[in-house]
């Protein structure tokens, strides 16, 4: 069973960067697309940005394109979200998914999540 563990969270000032990373461990990390995803307070859960397992194709939703980053080391097992120029409305709780593609990496298996908060 796949185990994910997320950390690089904490408090910065809008306009800062924080980098993320995901430690996979239980499966052949290397085979999988990954993910991560965003709540906050009140909001559903939103897609963020997903990798595919070869790390060649990226998919970010519109609101962090140009700003985050994912990359992958499959060497490592990790999975970073490099996110640079935060805003308060990126303030959330960050989940990392593996799923067997960027297709489905919704129905994947999630981490625990790391807690972002952005002030102003």
């Known amino acids: 069973q796949v185990q994910l563990v997320e950390s690089g969270g904490g408090l910065v000032q809008a306009g800062g960067s924080l980098r993320l990373s995901c430690a996979a461990s239980?499966?052949?990390?290397?085979?999988?697309?990954m993910g991560w995803f965003r709540q906050a307070p009140g909001k559903e859960r939103e897609f963020v940005a997903a990798?595919?397992?070869?790390?060649?194709?990226?998919v970010y939703v519109d609101s962090v394109k140009g700003r985050f980053t994912i990359s992958r080391d499959n060497a490592k097992n990790t999975v970073y979200l490099q996110m640079n120029s935060l805003k308060p409305e990126d303030t959330a709780h960050y989940y990392c998914?593996?799923?067997?593609?960027?297709?489905?990496?919704?129905?994947?298996?999630w981490g625990q999540g790391t807690q972002i908060t952005v002030s102003s």
């Open positions: 998914v593996v799923s067997s593609s960027i297709a489905t990496i919704s129905e994947g298996s």
């Open positions: 990798i595919s397992w070869g790390g060649s194709r990226t």
């Open positions: 239980g499966h052949t990390f290397s085979t999988y697309a």
